[in-house]
């Protein structure tokens, strides 16, 4: 692993330099852009002038001489030049030669002046969201919360829920901490004193409950499991509720020669178990179904179980039942979809767990044995024994070494609450809560030597780099591993660092990474919210399949990171991971069961992202396809030009079909962009939406049209490429590797500083894209280029940073 990219001024300029003078030419880059600079008056300034400003842009004052001033104008250039957007195809074109001696001229200008001039940006104090709250407390206590239920959203910038500058603070949140806070510690710690309450879980109407489900017992189908925290030893009442149909009364208890079996169990053993459905229930249920309702919802609740503090996996299911509707040719992937009718297989609509009722203490957790290392045996051994308690968790929770000043606090609040309370455990409880809100535990601070200039770069510390490093890949606090290096200063040597970098990536926390950055970058977190086809068109649609999407889209991505493959493998994968449900959805044979495996595609239409269902469906109305959808999203993560902001007042897709007779997606768009003022922005999206036109609103795919139209989909990329369907868009993406992968870095690099691209990063994504093309793209060296960067291992002093803006390619 190398030292940091940018840390001094000659050396880094010189190598990039060299770079660009052997590769197109033996001239100084400033002598290239003076020669070629006639090309912005041929090519450019007819449209990018001070009239007509075409994009916001106009080139028509600029000199060669003030590129580095102009930096935010010259890197949005390049990105439009290296895509072939600029100029557009339609207009006289640049020789090739000319073109690339200019581009890598302007490149390495901008890249020596970065290094002669080392900027790592100024980070603001950074709140800890929701996830790396939630993360946090996992790993300090083993509890695990539902930060959706007890925080408010964190909103975003720039793509990402983690940047700094808009993860503000209200007194509204304080207040919620702090509720938060008091909540966590009764978890940790247990509360024989609980009042009972009830909580439910909900399933959705659209979850499929006729097959087994993962992580029930095996030979049972449907239903849900829970992991439930349990404050204290007590007795506990728990109950499922079935379905509830519009007019007719539960769904399932009608229509059955023999009643199903609902069970519930607790860790894998069955606690308790109802019969529902059969002749009797079938006719209560004519008769009278809200009276109905009542003598099931009692059969289907259990009396008081006595269940131990902590947490445990609860289960509500059905025994299994073989057996093959006859009614119809082939049985539906979805359950149902009437909303009415009160027979067919039983469904959960919610599960509840209510207590505690007679608790009769606390058992051993691992949330306790974590936390009370040592218990006094008198009161005297009490403070002694609590600072030792909060030293342990406060290292942890606050990142660093602690001293007395960090620990006055929480043992003030121990004392209060020991005295008022009368006994040791509450006063622990009331310590912890006070870590939980302290701004050391909430915000990631870092810190500027006293006498260092305003503007200064300077190296974060080794304590501040771990922090970095750690919610970068985890989203969460420094391990024991981690922090001891950075307490020890090891952190300085760079096989040190790589070690932890490659460590970390194979941990299993690793998976916030994952789900964190692709549920951002690629939006796998809308799929829920955007993704509800038409059920008349697409009945077998059903929630599974849809965590299913997430789930193969996720599974890739850590395939490519942890294998050490190359990012250019999320384009040209020939393989996917799928579970039963997913497999048939994509005509996959073999495949049986919930579990995931990765299997080999036989299509090459369906190879990496281009083929998931997660993309296709994301991309897609809730009826047809959507070519603008698919091009916009590719041109914004893919290639990260994401397309100007659409006028206020567009006409409907479906204003342009034809009145008289069926009409493709694609004829419409061609009757659309007939409009000049629209025709600007989707000559470039269409063709990379039509390319994937044969896979339709839910990813399946389709030679024709409902309607019987054949499929269209050739289109010509802005830069001249023809294409006709997924496979040889495929390859043009990944002929130009540097484009997809300059993506993946910029997102990535985004997401690690937790704070929008400044022109000055620029030049630092450009030498990791070098680094990584050596080692083939691998996913892994670029995350290793980003921590070795010098905007990851260093911070400038605030001050007079006006000259710094934002690249607004970036910010979506």
Known sequence: MRRSIYLGAGGGAAAVAAVALVVYTQRS???????RWAMIDRYCVDCHNDAELTGGVSLQRLKPENVVADARIWEAALRKLRLGMMPP??????????????VAALEATLDAAAAARPHAGAQSVHRLNRAEYANTVRDLFGVEIDVAELLPSDGGDFGFDNIASVLTTSPLLLERYLTVALRIADAAIGDVQAAPTAATYKIGVEVTQNQYMEGLPLGTRGGTIVRHHFPADAEYVLSGRLLNTVAEGYAGVEGHDEPHEFVITIDGEQVFSALIGGPEDHAENARDFLASRAVIDERMTSPRLTVTAGPHEVGFTW?????????VWQPPLRATQEAHNPSGLPRLESASIEGPYDATGVSPTPSRQRILICQPQSQTDEPACAERIFSALAKHAFRRPVDAEDLAPPLEFFAQAREEEGNFEAGIKAGIARILVSPSFLYRSEHDPADLAAGSTHRVSDLELASRLSFFLWSSIPDDELLDAAIDGRLQSASVLEAQVRRMIADPRADSLVENFTGQWLQLR????????????FPDFDDNLRKAFRRETELLFAEVLRSDRSVLELLTANYTFVNERLARHYGIPGVSGPRFRRVEHDDPNR???LGHGSILSLTSAASRTSPIIRGKFLMANFLNSPPPIPPAVVPALEDSAPKDRPSTVREQLERHRANPNCAVCHRTLDPLGFALENFDAVGQWQDQTVDGLPIDAAGVLADGTAVDGPQELRAALTAKPEVFAGAVTEKLLIYALGRGLEPSDMPVVRSILRNAAKDEYRLTAIVLGIVDSLPFQMRSKPGDLSDLQSIAQTKE
């Not at 074109?93 to 073109?99: C, F």
Request: hydrophobic share 30%; charged share 35%; aromatic share 4%.
């Open 319 to 327: 025994v299994e039942r073989p057996g093959v509707e006859q009614s």
């Open 607 to 609: 190879y990496g992202l």
């Open 526 to 537: 809308n799929l829920e919210q955007r993704v509800v086809p038409d059920l008349l068109l």
């Open 29 to 35: 880059p400033d002598a290239v852009l003076h020669e």
């Open 89 to 102: 195809r339609e207009e006289p074109q640049p020789e090739p030669e000319a073109r690339e001696s200019f």
